[in-house]
C-alpha cells in the first residue's frame, strides 16, 4: 500500500477488529487500513439483511412495509434500492445481452429501484439498453 500524502510504500502495522490489514507510513507515520470488500459499497447492513430487504421490494411492499418487516430504516432501504439499481445496470450493460428472461428481470429490478427511490421523476434511461 502507498502513503496517500508522500506517495511511498507503507509498512504492514498489525491488523484492526475487523482483521483488515493495518499499514503505517514510514515518513509521516500516518496509519492506513487496507479496505475489503464492499458489496453494499457505504451501507454497513449484513448481507442477508440487505438481500431480504430487496427481496420483499422487488415482491411489490412498500419501503414503509418493508421497514416494518425487517427493521431497517427506510432511508437505508432506499440506499441500498439505489446501489442495488445502479449495480443491476452495469451489470445489464457489461454482461447481460442475450439472454431475454435474465434482462427482463434485471429491467424490473431497475425500474422497481428507479420508482422507489425518485418518486414523481421520470425513470432515467438505462446506459447501452437495447431496449
Ligand atoms: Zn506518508
Redesign the pocket.
Known amino acids: 500500500m502507498t502513503?496517500?500524502?508522500?506517495q511511498?510504500e507503507?509498512k504492514k502495522f498489525g491488523s484492526n477488529r475487523a482483521g483488515h490489514q493495518r499499514f503505517r507510513?514510514?515518513?509521516?507515520?500516518?496509519t492506513f487500513t487496507e479496505s475489503g470488500p464492499h458489496p453494499l459499497g457505504d451501507i454497513r447492513l449484513p448481507l442477508d439483511r440487505a438481500l431480504l430487504c430487496l427481496q420483499l421490494i422487488v415482491e411489490g411492499n412498500s419501503v414503509r412495509s418493508t421497514e416494518r418487516i425487517t427493521g431497517v430504516h427506510r432511508d437505508t432501504i432506499l440506499g441500498l434500492l439505489e446501489v442495488a439499481g445502479l449495480r443491476a445496470e452495469r451489470l445489464l450493460s457489461e454482461r447481460i445481452r442475450r439472454d431475454t428472461t435474465q434482462r427482463r428481470s434485471m429491467l424490473r429490478l431497475y425500474k422497481t429501484v428507479a420508482f422507489s427511490s425518485a418518486k414523481n421523476q421520470a425513470v432515467p434511461k438505462l446506459r447501452n439498453g437495447p431496449w
Open positions: 502513503c496517500h500524502n508522500c511511498v507503507c507510513c514510514r515518513q509521516c507515520s500516518r
